[in-house]
Every structure is written in structure tokens, then in C-alpha cells.
């Protein structure tokens, strides 16, 4: 969108609205969205994919309850004043709403996405809220997008651009991702190699040992460092929170059955009894 727009882009943010705000409120008995919409502003000021990815998730991790409170304060806390000036500034020309992973939410159910088409959302002749509307999910283990435009405002052609360099620069992170990851895990192997903790004797990655809770432990992806794959996740759980991360070696033979005796063993070196807690 940078090519496109600028520096700077006003987009509404679309989300399921299930964030614990009030901890006294139980959502568990409620079913499907309550949707939260609110707008952000982006900057990105650099073309390099880690650094403008970096960018981008520190600007939406700031936005406060992943932005739940907005409707409230637009429509019902904001004074006179405030709403005047809200009126004043244009709202944003773009939407985009990721809407998650319906493999894993309709996997092994009574349910599955229907391969009809429902039809079209909105009647040709309505007035758009979204100059473009972005959606995307994953389907059958697709990544699937969506871009909606008015052919009254934005040529077919110009959308189908937008969407060929998103798929690239998503392809470049891809990849760039995979690379880092491969670099991270041979430096790891190679200090290890170097006289530390030796990968053939050691599966076990320490992320963090200190916490008063159970430990944590989870096995990462085939051949992913879970030191890489965990942190923002070991962060996020706290300093109370002690976590290990599992390696799955992708450079020697193994069984399913040896790989989890393996892990089993380093588990109750840290932890000699139960109960565990197990991730990945």
C-alpha cells in the first residue's frame, strides 16, 4: 500500500470484539462476533521488509485493547466538542479484517464452509463505507484474500497491481523469514559446537527458568528454532512464566516415538514430576 498511498494510511481495523477487557465479564457461553471496528494510522517509513514489518506491529500492538473501546468513546463517551471535530475528519478510505483460521475452528465438526456462493454482501447501488475493502482467511490450509472497490472510483487493473505486489512483498517476508531462521539456527549450532551445549546431546531451549508457575513447554515446527518461534509468546505470558522451547531436529534420523522419549527425558530434568504443560 506504501507504493500506493504514501507514507502515511488511515485504515479501519475489523476484529472479532472478544478481547478480555472486564474480567468479571464470561464471554465463553457466547457465540460468534461482536466485531470491533477502529481506525489506525500507519506510517511506514522504509522499504526493508524486517524493519517495516517490526514498524507495523509495534503501531498495532499500541493501539490499547486492540482498539475495543473505540465505539464506546466514538458514539457514547465523547462530549459535544469531540464529536464535532470527528465529524470534521475524514474517515478512512481503507478496511481490512483478517478473519482467522477456519480449518482450525471447523476442523473435526458437524460443520464446513460452504462452497456456494452466498451472493454479493451489498446491493451494486449502496454507498460504500470503504473506498477498498480487505479481507482475508485461511481455507484448506489457503491463505484467501479479498478486495472489494468501486469500478465507479478505482480502475480493475489498478486494484489487481495492489494486490500482485501484496502477494509479493508477503512472498518476500516468506522467505526472508526463512532465511533468518536458518541463520539464528546456525549460529545457535554453531556455539553449541563451539564447546556449549552440543544439538545431538540437547533438545531443550531455555527461554526463560525463572517464574513461579509450572513450566511451560513447546515443541516448535520441524527444524524451526523455537527460540525464534517463542519469544514473542514468552513475553508475553510474563516473568512469572518459566518457558522451554523443543527442538524437532531436521538433520538426523528419527522416530516419532524416540523423538518423544527424548523430549520426555529432558521435560523431567527441569520438571522431575507432573503435571506438565504441554504446547506448540
Known amino acids: 500500500m506504501r507504493r500506493w498511498t504514501g507514507d502515511k494510511l488511515l485504515v479501519e481495523m475489523e476484529g472479532h470484539g472478544r478481547e478480555e477487557v472486564v474480567g468479571e465479564i464470561d464471554v465463553s457461553r457466547t457465540v460468534g462476533w461482536f466485531t470491533s471496528a477502529y481506525p489506525v494510522q500507519l506510517e511506514l517509513t522504509t522499504d526493508e521488509l524486517s524493519s517495516a514489518l517490526k514498524s507495523i506491529k509495534e503501531q498495532l500492538r499500541g493501539v490499547p485493547e486492540r482498539g475495543i473501546g473505540y465505539g464506546?468513546?466514538?458514539?457514547?463517551?465523547?462530549?459535544?466538542?469531540?464529536?464535532?471535530?470527528?465529524?470534521?475528519?475524514?474517515?478512512?478510505?481503507?478496511?481490512?479484517?483478517?478473519?482467522?483460521?477456519?480449518?482450525?475452528?471447523?476442523?473435526?465438526?458437524?460443520?464446513?464452509?460452504?462452497?456456494?456462493?452466498?451472493?454479493?454482501?451489498?446491493?451494486p447501488r449502496e454507498k460504500r463505507d470503504h473506498l477498498l475493502a480487505i479481507s482475508g482467511m485461511v481455507v484448506n490450509g489457503q491463505l484467501k484474500m479479498n478486495w472489494g472497490y468501486s469500478e465507479a472510483v478505482h480502475r480493475r487493473e489498478t486494484i489487481e497491481g495492489v494486490a500482485t505486489q501484496f502477494v509479493e512483498t508477503l512472498r518476500a517476508l516468506i522467505t526472508q523469514s526463512r532465511e533468518q531462521n536458518k541463520k539464528v539456527q546456525n549460529e545457535l549450532l554453531g556455539h553449541w559446537d563451539a564447546g556449549s551445549v552440543k544439538r545431538s546431546n540437547s533438545l531443550m531451549a531455555t527461554i526463560r527458568s525463572e517464574g513461579g508457575n509450572l513450566p511451560l513447554f513447546c515443541v516448535s515446527s520441524y527444524g524451526d528454532d523455537p527460540t525464534f518461534i517463542f519469544t514473542d509468546l514468552a513475553q508475553s505470558l510474563g516473568a512469572e512464566q518459566p518457558f522451554y522451547g523443543l527442538w524437532i531436529p531436521d538433520d538426523e534420523p528419527f522416530s516419532f516415538q524416540l523423538l518423544a522419549a527424548r523430549h520426555v527425558e529432558e521435560i523431567q530434568q527441569v520438571q522431575p514430576d507432573g503435571p506438565y504443560i504441554l504446547g506448540g
Open 72 to 123: 464506546v468513546w466514538r458514539y457514547l463517551g465523547a462530549g459535544a466538542a469531540e464529536q464535532a471535530q470527528l465529524e470534521e475528519i475524514a474517515g478512512p478510505e481503507v478496511s481490512f479484517n483478517y478473519l482467522g483460521q477456519f480449518d482450525q475452528v471447523l476442523s473435526g465438526g458437524e460443520f464446513r464452509p460452504a462452497t456456494e456462493s452466498a451472493g454479493a454482501v451489498q446491493d
